[in-house]
């Protein structure tokens, strides 16, 4: 009695004000204020969002790892894993495309690199002469620039792990995936009941992470806080204003990739535009926040399954397919940086040169499978190259604005890529257990 009254009088604190929208908004303001009129004070706070971030991509390669090795182990066991491997094979090559073919349209049609004042050609010019130092400590070193038409190639031939316990202590995540994939398939073909416990330990895994994800979210106001300040802090007002109408013919683009996948998804899970937008909000948050698709890949997942009703099997396939291997927002970002690039150097733009820039950005952005920061931008060389247009002459343009851009694009890749899951999935037929720790974590 004595033990329950003492419990009776403790107050019944609730964190659950730190997941709503006007913490995270708080939140934003706060890191915007700290990034634009307090650099230092960024600065010092920087360890707690590399902390945060740290924290989130713990977690990625156990869910890749186990969330694909059995649900491609669990399709190939079913009977619908014919019908699903041709919805890949169909949906994947149409939407990358697609949207690369949309981007450079957009791009050609608005002309960010097009009929340029003197005074801005004379700041980007400027940046480029004095840009080697910076250019240098992003890089760690030089770039080798003659060596970019062969990226593409060792890119395929570096797929396969040789060691994946090597893969895995690098976080090298292109490898980790393409051992999952074999190894689901192989598990899936041995049809016995000797698998079924591999299958549940798996399980295990991907819901024990999961519930560490979900913790983490209640350390996202602070996360996002010290990530937003420091990326405001380095960003300068001139390269802003410089490259002013390429950024926002991107961000345009973006905005309506992102649209028009939300319209996708609303249509696929037969609900409300309203009800999708509160759906995507962690996903969106996270990758805004972080600038990491890996890390956002267990919110988009939860977000698709528990929220949007799709069929986890195939979610739990698809998603991660499709955000590692697709690479929808580098796709946009190299068919609209090559279109400005074109543009700046007054080249003629015919129907040769723009199939070019949509195969090569749709080659280009897978290849960013497993690249990072600014190295990703580095594999504009292979849509460059086949045009005769030099890398090292404008990478640094795109590098001083990548903190601008990079929020974006990480957003487009991962709100893209559960658009193209929602094509792919179907819709939960039979009602979630109560006590599972899918609902728990929910």
Not at 125 to 137: H, T
């Amino acid at each position: 009695m004595t033990t329950y009254l003492k419990k009776s009088r403790l107050p019944n604190i609730s964190l659950e004000w730190l997941r709503s929208p006007w913490c995270i908004l708080v939140s934003v303001v706060l890191g915007v204020y700290l990034g634009t009129s307090l650099p230092a004070v960024a600065e010092a706070i920087a360890p707690i969002g590399n902390l945060y971030l740290g924290l989130l991509k713990m977690c990625v390669l156990p869910i890749l790892l186990s969330a694909i090795s059995n649900s491609i182990g669990r399709l190939m066991q079913s009977h619908d894993a014919k019908q699903y491997v041709q919805r890949i094979l169909i949906v994947f090559p149409v939407a990358m495309f697609g949207m690369s073919a949309l981007a450079a349209i957009v791009a050609i049609l608005t002309g960010p690199g097009r009929n340029l004042s003197a005074a801005t050609l004379e700041n980007l010019g400027g940046l480029v002469n004095q840009s080697s130092i910076d250019l240098e400590m992003s890089l760690t070193g030089p770039i080798p620039v003659e060596e970019s038409g062969t990226n593409l190639a060792s890119f395929i031939l570096n797929m396969v792990p040789e060691n994946i316990f090597l893969a895995l202590s690098e976080g090298q995540t292109l490898k980790v995936l393409i051992f999952a994939i074999v190894f689901g398939i192989s598990l899936g073909l041995i049809k016995n009941a000797n698998t079924e416990p591999l299958f549940n330990i798996l399980d295990s895994i991907y819901s024990a992470f999961n519930q560490v994800i979900h913790w983490l979210t209640y350390l996202l106001p602070f996360g996002l806080c010290s990530l937003l300040a420091v990326q405001l802090s380095r960003i300068g007002l001139d390269v802003l204003l410089s490259m002013v109408n390429f950024v926002v013919v991107t961000l345009v683009i973006f905005a309506a990739v992102y649209v028009l996948g939300t319209f996708i998804i609303s249509w696929r899970a037969k609900r409300s535009l309203l009800a999708v937008l509160r759906a995507q909000k962690d996903p969106t948050i996270l990758a805004l926040a972080t600038t990491s698709s890996l890390a956002c890949l267990p919110a988009a997942i939860t977000s698709l399954h528990e929220d949007l009703n799709f069929d986890r099997q195939t979610t739990d396939l698809v998603t991660p397919l499709s955000i590692t291997l697709c690479r929808f927002g580098s796709i946009i970002y190299f068919a609209a940086a090559t279109v400005f690039v074109v543009q700046l150097y007054q080249k003629p733009l015919d129907f040769g040169t723009l199939i070019i820039i949509i195969v090569g950005s749709v080659f280009a952005g897978m290849a960013t499978s497993g690249v990072t920061g600014i190295l990703t931008l580095t594999m504009l060389g292979l849509v460059l190259d086949p045009l005769k247009l030099p890398l090292d002459a404008v990478l640094v343009l795109f590098v001083a604005i990548d903190p601008i851009i990079n929020p974006f694009r990480t957003l487009s890749i991962v709100q893209t890529g559960m658009a193209t899951t929602a094509m792919i999935a179907n819709i939960q037929t039979e009602p979630r257990p109560e006590g599972s720790p899918l609902n728990q974590s929910a």
